[in-house]
């Protein structure tokens, strides 16, 4: 199976990772979507979020999290008392995988499938080696998993705080898993998730303060 590897640059610098991102053919996501969307955030970040991928707006700025998903982390960050500003954002895969309904409607987002998790997996171990995070948050099963393996179950485990392998890190580090904010925002009882989702972060941002 064809992966990232091939496309990684030699260096752990961030902004040659961003370089680098734009020519990977790892998969067969670069073929329909608009650009890859790489990590952002300072590289001495205390805190390093996971999410899916990028959705239809992150798309199209080149941003992650910065459509309605994002709008509800920036809130439920602020609410947990976690400065945006002091956070590393990115994405377990850097393209956006959609369906097009009809001709010319609006593009749907589609889940990753294993394959091409595991296939941009390297980029996202390759920021855990450039940055230099206290905790890895993971945001939903597509993140935990693709670091985790498959048999780490987000309803299980969310909110509390385990320990990544050694073998991926250069240091120890911890992870706490918990929902995606889309799923909050899809949820039957919207406020219940959101106050579940808030209780996941807090126990976040316990570890760094
Ligand atoms: N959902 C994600 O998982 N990541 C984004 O960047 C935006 C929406
Ligand atoms: Fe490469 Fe990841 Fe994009 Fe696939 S989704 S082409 S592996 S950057």
């Known amino acids: 199976m064809t992966d990232a590897s091939d496309y990684l640059p030699g260096s752990r610098r961030l902004p040659d990772l961003r370089t680098a991102v734009q020519q990977c053919r790892g998969c067969d996501l670069y073929q329909d979507a608009t650009q890859a969307v790489f990590g952002e955030g300072p590289q001495d ?10 959705g ?8 992650p ?3 309605p998903a994002g709008r509800l982390l920036d809130r439920a960050l602020r609410d947990c008392g976690i400065d945006r500003e002091q956070v590393y954002v990115t994405n377990a895969v850097k393209h956006f995988r959609f369906t097009r309904p ?3 409607k609006q593009r749907l987002h589609k889940k ?4 091409q998790i595991l296939a ?5 171990l390759a920021e855990l080696g450039g940055t230099d995070p206290d905790v890895v948050v993971f945001l939903g099963a597509t993140a935990a998993q693709s670091v985790l393996g498959t048999g780490f179950k987000v309803t299980e485990r969310r909110g509390q705080v385990v320990d990544l392998p050694e073998e991926l890190v250069h240091r120890p580090m911890h992870a706490v898993a918990t929902v995606h904010p889309s799923s909050v925002l899809r949820a039957p009882d919207r406020d219940a998730a959101y106050t579940a989702f808030t ?6 941002g316990d570890l760094v303060t």
């Not at 970040?45 to 990028?54: D, H, M, R, S, T």
């Not at 239809?56 to 941003?63: L, S, V």
């Open 102 to 104: 009809e001709r010319g």
């Open 199 to 204: 209780a996941d972060l807090r126990v976040v």
């Open 65 to 67: 999290f910065v459509g």
């Open 120 to 124: 941009c997996r390297p980029w996202l």
């Open 45 to 54: 970040a205390k805190l390093l979020f996971v999410g899916e991928q990028p």
């Open 112 to 115: 990753p499938s294993r394959g």
């Open 56 to 63: 239809d707006a992150e798309d199209r700025e080149g941003e």
